[in-house]
């Protein structure tokens, strides 16, 4: 088969002939048709996440979808969505791919794969962080830090299908937010165009947008936490999902005290086998629905080094996407 082989961590991944995956019991072998490049499969294959040093050569990629060619659970042919642990085993930037049975979620007619592509990873957080951790409820307010980049747009459409009564969008990039102001039924109630070096400025931002909010999403953290947690009502709820802006930050503890405040994390790679298949499923009925979608855009497998420089550099403005 071809794959997206990376030979040296830190480097590109090279379009080359691989070996073909050879099928284990409790596995599903599919051939991809369509690969997400996020940013956490750039992280890994440096060699700076967490979890530890990916062995090299490698084949990058955590998820995707394709077509079932063999497995014990799944009928040949079903188009599946599919997520594995990227950097310790091969990934999906390939032409065929292993994964857990359980990790292979059926895919309903009429969606695109590459929309199911974009929207997995994202779209299954941000539904679990409005759903499970937020607990939003219709007719509250919602503020979404970082709201340009994937999932911060997830997190505007999926808060408005859930009735939040106003949504508002704050990111780093005034073009970005502009096509997000005319995006239909999905679009923010207000923008704002953040300034890490104005605070105050951000809090008239917010009050004129409408805040304080009863829920703040929140991607960014670094120097716009604390604005953000100050534009919470009494009772408001915070919810962290990254830090592409800063891991670091200092928080009033006086604030969290006297508004009762509650301050939470998610991380997508947490979420539970079933809870992320319930909630692939609910996603998948608002796709349908014309309710979510994404930017995309879409590689071939020969030009995977331009795809991976355009994830490294930052937020790209759109999911990027491989048809191996």
């Known amino acids: 088969m071809r794959a997206a082989v990376v030979h040296q961590l830190g480097q590109v991944p090279e379009p ?11 596995h ?23 979890l530890g040093r990916p062995g090299v050569p490698h084949i990058p990629g955590i998820e995707g ?8 659970t799944l009928a040949p042919g079903t188009r599946v969505r599919v997520q594995v642990p990227g950097g310790l085993v091969d990934g ?20 695109d794969d590459a929309q199911v592509a974009a929207l997995g990873s994202v779209g299954i957080s941000a539904l679990v962080a409005l759903e499970d951790v937020a607990a939003l409820r219709a007719g509250e307010s919602v503020l979404v830090l970082g709201a340009t980049g994937a999932l911060g747009r997830a997190f505007v459409q999926l ?24 995006a239909g039924e999905g679009a923010p109630d207000a ?26 999403f ?7 936490a604390m604005p953000g947690l100050a534009g919470l009502k009494f009772g408001g709820r915070y919810v962290n999902l990254g830090q592409s802006a800063g891991a670091e930050t200092s928080v009033d503890a006086g604030l969290l005290r006297h508004r009762w405040l509650r301050l939470a994390g998610l991380s997508g790679a947490a979420i539970s086998a079933e809870r992320a298949r319930a909630a692939f499923a609910h996603l998948m009925q608002l796709v349908v629905a014309g309710r979510v979608s994404l930017p995309t855009r879409v590689y071939a497998l020969d030009d995977v080094a331009q795809a991976w420089q355009a994830q490294a550099a930052g937020s790209p403005g759109a999911k990027l996407i491989v048809r191996p």
């Open 191 to 216: 923008t704002i165009l953040l300034d890490p070096t104005d605070p105050e400025g951000f809090k008239q931002q917010l009050a004129e947008a409408g805040g304080p909010v009863d829920v703040v």
């Open 218 to 224: 929140d991607s960014l953290w670094g120097p716009y």
């Open 28 to 50: 599903t072998l599919v051939r991809m048709t369509a690969a997400a490049i996020n940013p956490i499969d750039v992280t890994i294959s440096s060699g700076r996440h967490p």
């Open 65 to 72: 979808v394709g077509v079932v060619v063999e497995s014990d």
């Open 16 to 26: 080359l002939e691989h070996k073909d995956p050879v099928p284990a019991p409790g």
């Open 92 to 111: 999906t930037l390939a032409e065929l791919v292993i994964a857990p049975d359980a990790a292979c979620l059926p895919i309903p007619d009429g969606v």
């Open 159 to 182: 808060a408005r299908a859930f009735g939040a009564q106003s949504v508002i969008a704050a990111g780093r990039n005034a073009e970005r937010l502009e096509s997000m102001a005319g």
